[in-house]
């Protein structure tokens, strides 16, 4: 299993520009997330999923969209993107949401210039 | 939402020392989990506690959940370089909430 891949690593945009975070688990699980990183901050969770069509947001969302049309993928969007979306992303998967252990993908650096 | 707090923020300690971070929260945790993340890296799980006053060791760190179940510690006996990390205290749920971690810096 290759577990939780994203792409691509890094990742530089321009203010305005838009652009998808690929994520992807072979993990067959029905729980995805988006996490952002800052720099020296903890996780904040942008968008999560617990099943193919159905998203929910969580406590960032604005400024970020997403679509969950298969198990395995869970993509997001950022349609203007904006200084303070530079950030490190982070994809997510588990089984469960309660007690279940979370698999973090490798993350996706982004700077919006 | 339910807040989970991490104290201290950064911890530097001298290899061989000791290392204890909390997690502390205003509310009932059903669970408790502790990761690691690298420096660069991203977080992975470590360990999961469930039960009021459980205790759980993997080799150098010990890991309990309060009776209580508001707070837990992960505690790391005479810590190694490759210890360096941010460690993270989450409740799963559906609405996860990670703390701020604790980062840990250790000099040989």
């Known amino acids: 299993n290759a577990g939780v891949t994203q792409t691509p690593k890094f990742r530089i945009l321009k203010i305005g520009q838009s652009m998808t975070l690929q994520c992807t688990q072979d993990m067959n699980h029905n729980y995805m997330y988006w996490y952002r990183q800052d720099p020296g901050m903890g996780l904040k969770l942008i968008y999560y999923s617990v099943g193919a069509g159905i998203t929910d947001k969580g406590e960032v969302p604005n400024g970020y969209n997403v679509s969950r049309s298969t198990t395995e993928d869970f993509p997001l969007r950022l349609e203007l993107a904006a200084p303070s979306q530079t950030s490190v992303y982070f994809c997510a998967s588990s089984y469960t949401p309660r007690g279940d252990t979370q698999y973090f993908g490798p993350g996706t650096r982004l700077t919006v210039l | 939402g339910q807040q989970v707090m991490q104290i201290p923020q950064y911890q530097h300690v001298q290899e061989g020392e000791d290392f204890t971070t909390y997690c502390n929260s205003s509310t009932t945790l059903s669970n408790i989990q502790w990761y690691k993340q690298r420096p660069g890296g991203h977080p992975v799980f470590l360990i999961q506690?469930?039960?009021?006053?459980e205790v759980k060791k993997q080799k150098r760190l010990t890991f309990q959940f309060g009776e209580a179940k508001k707070n837990s510690s992960l505690h790391i006996t005479a810590t190694q370089t490759t210890d360096v990390g941010t460690y993270f205290c989450?409740?799963?749920?559906?609405?996860?909430?990670f703390g701020k971690g604790t980062t840990l810096s250790v000099s040989s």
């Open positions: 506690l469930v039960k009021s006053g």
């Open positions: 989450n409740q799963a749920g559906t609405a996860l909430i």
